[in-house]
């Protein structure tokens, strides 16, 4: 395999198309070179072809078996290894990021393929119910009624730019709406073209490789917000993914409640991830911590949603040592190319913005690098100010961060009730701070989907228990997750069957449990 | 107990308070007259003080051990009935329902509400998941991770005309709410506030009776959409139920998703709940089928939310007697009472419409009756005027359904295809009915909750496999359902626990189960 990998294509179903409205290149932010070749973008009849094809295939890949669903979700992940290092070198090409963490994320893409092709496999998803008929029930008899989860219909999904490969064309949404039996039309992000295409069509064999309705998966290049309203506006569209700004996912929402048919959208939008230093621990290990906070804060050039823009200390022993540490370290830290042009500058005018504020000091900055190398900053503030204006409150995407020292608990307490909704809470925490913990955690779980104790938010796993997710505005809708095995169930909706003759009932749900799956028959759950 | 329970007066937290924006008196739908007592509506200072009252209560009430709070449904249940038949009369008064259906709605709701209890017991709902630290992992080890569900927040319910107890005060949102552990606020409907003071004063009691905080439940009467708005727009409320018309929920849903933090909305709305008549069946027993037709459409005058509004088949042997059978019974059907002089006024207005539309034809009118009382009406339109004009297709709420005659399969299926979301489908089908069933059912699986075979759609059980939703115009969200156990789904969000001390952790994630439910540890499900 080699560069003529790459041709600038779309995906729409089995072809290769060229897109004909307008031209796009990758940049290298490292350098700001444009990158070869020259992407063809698509236009709304694009749209209309690969969602015309993912309805065409929706009936048949939402009944394909366990066993076939699951083996096309191993060969996507087959295939994206196949591609081999041409993927990487594109990625660091494309993203300004170093080798090791894209092979590790590149890892942890084919492990979520391969987790939720065991998850399609075990079946639980299904959550068959099963109440027999009781026909002498007085005063009167009950019906046959069995209930199954079937796929929601066409997705469309729009990667992210901060994880090429694992928030991206076939990352956690892609597959999560493909292990539910939804065909995906994926709005690849401008940022990583080449990513995209190479990824785009490693799904596309593998969806030949499979025998499966060319219309499960299309990939398509696009300009601006134009594409994307198309996309989300078109009727056989039925649920919306997404990983991006604020911006563009509100805007997704609004376009989703806005069609006759108002649909889902799961937007993982922002957060500032609160970080909690409890007086014991801050007593016993300010500097320890300090240091810590700068290393998750800096990490990838601080572009995670999970990383940690805010920092909680009550005044007292240990918090001149956290700031010391966490200054000297945060000096010392080296500017780190940033994912885009556009994200760099974002971040330079988010943290000028911060330093200029009239409320805010800047407690430290890293050092300097060259074009497009986000310089990590570190600010502080008061909590009167930062409940008073929500600018404060805003992510500065990148390695920025605010501190902010309260008074007292009850000071602290009333922080946290002001806080909008995050993905993530953390606290750092010793036997001497159970008390407090105790009187915070209620506030947490009402504002954020994940809460660790003595960890640093960066870093999400993708297990069964993770919840990336949390209230609005965090994500558009907090009762989900978009990594971990429950970002299934986003996909999904329940279908009753009452009195069907067996001849006509889906496997799930037949006499015996061919699947031998878990199933609810008569409230009790069984295998 | 006796007419003095009767005060008029809304429930706010452990107080009777008289509202004093307005009056609003019930009547009587058997004679117009007016009933006594005076009820005093809400202001938006009702809405804020009832809403602040389930804020408060909120962290204390989800953390209510499952006994606990399944013993408080189980008081609700007891209270209800203690009401006697104080509650059946007037629910009999206000409703012009009969007693046999009003008994058996009352034990419908509180048999509900001791399911939701053993449901709560039971626990699965938590959907506890562990994933065990990996110190050892290479290259990164694994943190300790626990997930479970937790309550929404509080919630807003919007009760039914058509069901006074199961869709109403205490019905199927209020259940499934609080069993989730959400605060609930009813606003009243105004066709039985009587019915609704007496229940909101039962499930007042239960809360008193079992030591809960206050705010648990509200009762809020109202005029009009103010009181409704300003509940659905207070930031405390986190996610709203509503049973009635498509207008009043996409009203629901445009004020939710408006909100600074939009917030899910679930309303069953409208459906006219397709029944097809398969040739073989047709043939077999056309004058049967018809009979029965008529049975289910004219039960209750009509007034459910899956009346079977639209008859498709196929022309051919056994539709002549189908419809000779049909216009027959339905010609001898009584006039009923219909809910309220507006629901009666529309059911006029709604059927009047159709007989003047000029490509329909009536094919059956029911017996004339007194004021207020309903005339059944049978209708045939063509499938090309069916698809073309939207209006054909909206519910007329009552005893009205619609005749299609299709030339063929094709036609049939193309038909389906254009129908808009529904709650229900049924078929009729004899063996060699099963080739065109087993065509007609993936087209049937994306647009309806609930599919039927040889029986009829109105009869919605209240057990764990009953799906009572559909795609919208159905619901406004077809993920879920508003009966039968998985209802609880709705008032539920996942949060993940990441290396929290065992001291910190709740005690259903806590090492070695000692709530004895159902847990998924490393993805596998296990008790």
Redesign the interface.
Known sequence: MGADLLTGRMRIGAEAILGAEGELRAIDPSTGAMLEPVFGMGSTADVDRACALAAAA??AYR?TSLDARAAFLETIADEIMALGDVLIERAMAETGLPRGRLE?ERGRTTGQLRLFA??VR?G?WI?A???PALPERQ??P??D???RH?A??PVAVFGASNFPFAFSVAGGDTASALAAGCPVVVKAHNAHPGVSELVGAAVQRAVAKCGLPEGVFSLLFGAGNAIGTALVSDPRIKAVGFTGSRGGGTAL?KAA?ARP??I?VYAEMSAINPVYLLPAALAARGAALGKAFVASLTMGAGQFCTNPGLVLAIDGPGLDAFVAAAAEALAAASAQTMLTPGIYEAFVNGTERLAAHDRVQTLAQGQVGSAYCGRAAWFETDAEAFIADEHLREEVFGASSVLIRCRDAAQLRALSEALD?QLTATLQ?DDGD?AL??EL??TL??K????????WPT?V?V?????H?G???ST??????SV???AIRRF??????????A??LPTALADGNPLNI?R?V??V?QQ
């Open positions: 929706f009936d009944e590790g065991s998850v075990e639980s959550e119910r099963l109440d005063p009167l009950r019906a009624l069995r209930q079937i929601l219909g929402m409640a048919e108002p889902p909704g925490l159970l913990a105790r955690l209620p779980e009402r954020v989907g994940r809460i660790l104790a003595n960890g870093g796993e297990c069964h228990a993770m919840v997710g209230p609005y505005p558009s809708d907090g009762r989900t997750t971990g095995t429950l999904l909706r329940p279908v009753c069957y009452q009195d069907l003759p001849a006509l878990w609810r008569d409230g759950l």
